[in-house]
């Protein structure tokens, strides 16, 4: 069976910072781009950052670029999002999805989803 599951999320103040983590089973998360997206409360899903299968070419929204990381360990099966300095704004449920093909932040290009994990950055 095929699952993505998000952890890390959680409270923090604003400039603190959270590591997410999204770990596979049923399959092998270096075949496939990984994307982190997030959603606030009335507001469009927005793409936050993917990284490629393969090489692992990254790709950051501006308004998280030179604050959030995105990395993966194919060990563990596993891909990370490191979000420092963190804002009010970033205040969402944050999701992965996995890509088989293609790479970005275009939530069509993604086929399986993560139950994402709430952030709430607030002091």
């Known amino acids: 069976q095929v699952q993505l599951v998000e952890s890390g999320g959680g409270l923090v103040q604003p400039g603190g910072s959270l590591r997410l983590s999204c770990s596979a089973s049923g399959f092998t998360l270096d075949y496939y781009a990984i994307g982190w997206f997030r959603q606030a409360p009335g507001k469009e899903r927005e793409g936050v950052s993917s990284?490629?299968?393969?090489?692992?070419?990254?790709y950051y929204a501006d308004s998280v670029k030179g604050r959030f990381t995105i990395s993966r360990d194919n060990a563990k099966n596993t891909v990370y999002l490191q979000m420092n300095n963190l804002k009010p704004e970033d205040t969402a449920v944050y999701y992965c999805?996995?890509?088989?093909?293609?790479?970005?932040?275009?939530?069509?290009?993604?086929?399986?989803w993560g139950q994402g994990t709430q952030v709430t950055v607030s002091s």
């Open positions: 990284i490629s299968s393969g090489h692992g070419s990254t």
């Open positions: 999805a996995a890509s088989p093909a293609g790479w970005g932040i275009i939530p069509d290009l993604y086929d399986f």
